[in-house]
């Protein structure tokens, strides 16, 4: 198995049928840096437009249609020492009467510590000068070319992949994307110094980070992409409104369960009922994300 490095020298704001900058064997790990969401590198100099431009498509040798594409995360270096944030809540997540409350959506820049790997506001505001976050890195936008020659947003998300912005989807974590096109065509960027459930602001700390990645070929079928770290798994629905992308979630589930671990449609919905936990990716861009998650601890053994 080969390590390749991918310098980009162009960046996209879709995730489509593209030419590939790189071609890996199934099995090659690719150790890329990112910019940040509106294009901007670890230096402060803009190399791109936003939203969320991406490093790739990289081109997986043996991916045809019907086929997964396996992304390991193996590690998220910070290369930044700052990173930014909106300042005021999304809109859409306050009752509308208190629209008008909101204060003025302006950007907030965050000081990035690489050796205590901790993050805190360089102004905070009144109250919460003690906050510093550890840093939890996370991929907000990664997939894989849509099917039927689309070029989709990177604002967005689909079955694909895309901006689900899920905080899971950190080192360690080995996700599956449904392959639509030959070579998968692989895309990654829009990396996160940490961020909270649903993205409720427009951003992660968003910031640039030397990614490692490990791209293999499985021959599994999925709808919807899917996610394990040590300790769950979790399908992951993208859709509006909130409800299908937890219909999307639940079904793939479904799926999961009967394909690798045996249970019937009773017996899941046994398991399902009293032990799923859902996690809310994304509720401010044109799709919300949705995961439905399970503790390994609650799975038959395979």
């Excluded at 992949?161 to 899920?166: E, P, R, S, T, V």
């Excluded at 110094?193 to 490692?212: N, P, S």
């Excluded at 490990?214 to 993208?238: C, M, Q, Y």
Aim: glycine fraction near 10%; aromatic fraction near 8%.
């Amino acid at each position: 198995m080969a390590t390749h490095r991918l310098v980009p020298r162009d960046y996209h704001n879709v995730l489509g049928t593209l030419p590939p900058v790189l071609s890996v064997a199934s099995g090659d790990t690719v150790i890329t840096e990112t910019i940040d969401a509106a294009g901007y590198d670890k230096d402060g100099m803009q190399r791109a437009r936003g939203p969320n431009p991406m490093n790739g498509p990289i081109f997986v040798e043996g991916a045809a249609p019907g086929d997964a594409l396996r992304v390991d995360i193996v590690r998220m270096t910070p290369v930044s020492t700052t990173g930014w944030t909106r300042s005021a809540l999304a809109a859409n997540v306050v009752e509308p009467e208190a629209v008008r409350a909101l204060p003025p959506r302006e950007r907030a820049t965050w000081l990035i510590d690489r050796q205590a790997l901790t993050t805190r506001l360089q102004d905070p505001p009144k109250g919460l000068e003690y906050l510093t976050l550890p840093l939890e890195p996370m991929i907000g936008c990664f997939g894989v070319a849509p099917g039927q020659g689309q070029a989709i947003s990177t604002a967005t998300s689909g079955e694909y992949g895309g901006n689900m912005d899920y905080r899971l989807f950190g080192p360690g974590t080995s996700v599956w994307f449904p392959v639509s096109a030959e070579g998968a065509l692989f895309f990654v960027g829009d990396c996160h110094a940490t961020q909270g459930d649903g993205e409720i602001v427009g951003t992660g700390i968003e910031t640039c980070f030397e990614v490692e990645l490990t791209l293999s070929v499985e021959h599994r079928k999925l709808v919807w992409p899917r996610g394990e770290t040590a300790e769950d798994i979790f399908p992951v629905g993208n859709a509006r409104p909130l409800e299908q992308a937890l219909q999307h979630a639940t079904t793939e589930m479904l799926r999961w369960l009967a394909e690798d671990y045996g249970l019937d449609a009773v017996a899941a919905s046994h398991l399902l009922g009293q032990v799923v936990r859902y996690d809310v990716g994304n509720v401010y861009d044109p799709a919300y994300t949705m995961a439905c998650r399970v503790a390994r601890k609650w799975l038959p053994p395979r």
